[in-house]
């Protein structure tokens, strides 16, 4: 399995970025899916997370504010982030966890969020 994760970038305080993270291999659809972040000298925490079932949960700091969404026919996911602040700068990670625990890794994308 390789996770591989795009469209992050720079954005200006208040304003919107939507991640998208491809799986290729086998599983995807009955894993859960996650997104973290890891800024600068502080631990990888998680963002996101989707069930198979399509049960989400989100970290209190960003609850409100984003939503991660899966295809399995495309075997893709995405977190769509509204309303950044610059406590949001980070690098991205995709998670696919599988149904025996395994965990995948995607590269990570970097998220500035800066005036």
């Known amino acids: 399995v390789q996770l591989q994760a795009s469209g992050g970038g720079l954005v200006q305080p208040g304003g919107s970025l939507r991640l998208s993270c491809a799986a290729s291999g086998s599983g995807f659809s009955t894993s859960a899916v996650a997104w973290y972040r890891q800024a600068p000298g502080k631990q990888r925490e998680l963002v996101a997370r989707i069930t198979s079932g399509e049960n989400t949960i989100y970290a209190d700091a960003v609850k409100g504010r984003s939503t991660i969404s899966r295809d399995n026919a495309k075997n893709t996911m995405d977190l769509q982030m509204n309303s950044l602040k610059p406590e949001d700068t980070a690098v991205y990670y995709c998670?696919?966890?599988?149904?025996?625990?395994?965990?995948?890794w995607g590269q990570g994308t970097q998220v500035t969020v800066s005036s």
């Open positions: 998670n696919m966890r599988t149904l025996w625990r395994k965990d995948y």
